[in-house]
T-cell receptor, first 109, second 117 residues
Framework: GQNIDQPTEMTATEGAIVQINCTYQ??????LFWYQQHAGEAPTFLSY????GLEEKGRFSSFLSRSKGYSYLLLKELQMKDSASYLC??????????FGAGTTVTVRA | ETGVTQTPRHLVMGMTNKKSLKCEQH?????MYWYKQSAKKPLELMFV???????ENNSVPSRFSPECPNSSHLFLHLHTLQPEDSALYLC????????????????FGPGTRLTVT
């Protein structure tokens, strides 16, 4: 099974940078995903890492270290609309996704 | 309609009722999923279907009964539920499992907010 940990809440100022860490213990790693979920809405796919290193997509970047069981999601130039819950999810060799409890990010003006 | 749709969006039912949740995907995917999301808890995978065949039942009580008549539709039949079953039920779809080189990111529907009284 998977054991996935991420902080419960983070607060940052508009225009700033926030880094959300995710650590995991897995019995068969086959990729790590980050999803964004606004209150009352569906989770939407943000990024995918299966090899070590940094993946950049506009203002959002995701990093993976498989040897350390560690990932982070970096949000740059924060905007008010980035206030949401960010979910870290690990996939196993059977393509089953296990999610962390999510990190609620609040962006203040 | 685009993406993944779910109906109803809200449902209140008594413990003796029988109801069904419906999910439809318009993305040409062949894998579909049911998840349960309770407050302050991680998303819990309930069932997985790949090409209409159930490939995962994550120890879900029998009062939840899934049905997948084709790759575009997924149902969750509910009966004799308990108050602790109140939660947001999310449906998702992805490319078929086992396809070489796929990312298999899952696309989620908006969910059905279920309240059991």
């Amino acid at each position: 099974g998977q054991n996935i940990d991420q902080p419960t809440e983070m607060t940052a100022t508009e225009g700033a940078i926030v880094q959300i860490n995710c650590t995991y213990q897995t019995s068969g790693f086959n990729g790590l995903f980050w999803y964004q979920q606004h209150a009352g809405e569906a989770p939407t796919f943000l990024s995918y890492n299966v090899l070590d290193g940094l993946e950049e997509k506009g203002r959002f970047s995701s990093f993976l270290s498989r040897s350390k069981g560690y990932s982070y999601l970096l949000l740059k130039e924060l905007q008010m609309k980035d206030s949401a819950s960010y979910l870290c999810a690990v996939r196993d060799q059977h393509y089953k996704l296990s999610f962390g409890a999510g990190t609620t990010v609040t962006v203040r003006a | 309609e685009t993406g993944v749709t779910q109906t109803p969006r809200h449902l209140v039912m008594g413990m003796t009722n029988k109801k069904s949740l419906k999910c439809e995907q318009h993305l040409g995917h062949n894998a579909m999923y049911w998840y349960k999301q309770s407050a302050k808890k991680p998303l819990e995978l309930m069932f997985v279907y790949n090409f209409k065949e159930q490939t995962e039942n994550n120890s879900v009580p029998s009062r939840f009964s899934p049905e997948c008549p084709n790759s575009s539709h997924l149902f969750l039949h509910l009966h004799t539920l308990q108050p602790e079953d109140s939660a947001l039920y999310l449906c998702a779809s992805s490319q078929e499992l086992g396809l070489a080189g796929g990312t298999y990111e899952q696309y989620f529907g908006p969910g059905t907010r279920l309240t059991v009284t």
